[in-house]
C-alpha cells in the first residue's frame, strides 16, 4: 500500500510559523532554504515591486517598502532561530536546511538528501513510492 504524498509548500512566510504550524499540524517537517541576504531583499523588492501595490490602500515610499522588507526579514529570521535552538520545535527528525544554491545547482540530490533526512518516500524507481518519477 502506498503512503500518501507529503504535501511540500515553498512560503518564505511560513518561517516565521513553526509554532503555529506544528500546533496544527504535530507531524509537520520544514526545510530552511538560506540565501545570501542581499539576493533574499532584493527578491522582496521585486515582489514588493510586482504584487504590494495591490494590497494598499495608498501607495507606499520606497523608503517604507524597504523599511518592511528589512523588518519582515528580521522578524521571519529571528523567529526560525529562536524555534531552531529549541530542539522541542525543530530538530534532526522534523526539519533540514539548505543552501538556494546547492538547491537550485542540484534539485535533484539536494531533494534526495532532504527527503532520506525526513523519512519522505525514496526516490528509488524500485521502491513503491508516492513520488512521482515520470
Given at each position: ?112 538528501e532532504i527527503y532520506k533526512k525526513l523519512g519522505f518516500d525514496s526516490f528509488d524507481p524500485q521502491v513503491q513510492s508516492s513520488y512521482p518519477m515520470n
Open positions: 500500500r502506498k503512503m500518501p504524498r507529503q504535501l511540500v509548500l515553498k512560503s518564505p512566510c511560513h518561517t516565521g510559523r513553526v509554532r503555529l504550524l506544528l500546533k496544527l499540524y504535530p507531524g509537520a517537517k520544514f526545510v530552511f532554504v538560506h540565501r545570501n541576504p542581499y539576493e533574499v531583499f532584493l527578491s522582496g523588492a521585486h515582489m514588493a515591486s510586482t504584487t504590494y501595490g495591490w494590497m494598499f490602500l495608498q501607495s507606499p515610499s520606497d523608503e517604507d517598502l524597504q523599511e518592511y522588507i528589512f523588518k519582515q526579514g528580521e522578524i521571519l529570521h529571528d523567529e526560525y532561530f529562536e524555534c531552531r535552538n529549541n530542539p522541542k520545535l525543530l530538530n534532526d527528525k522534523n526539519s533540514a536546511e539548505v543552501s538556494f544554491e546547492e538547491l537550485t545547482k542540484g534539485t535533484v540530490k539536494s531533494m534526495q
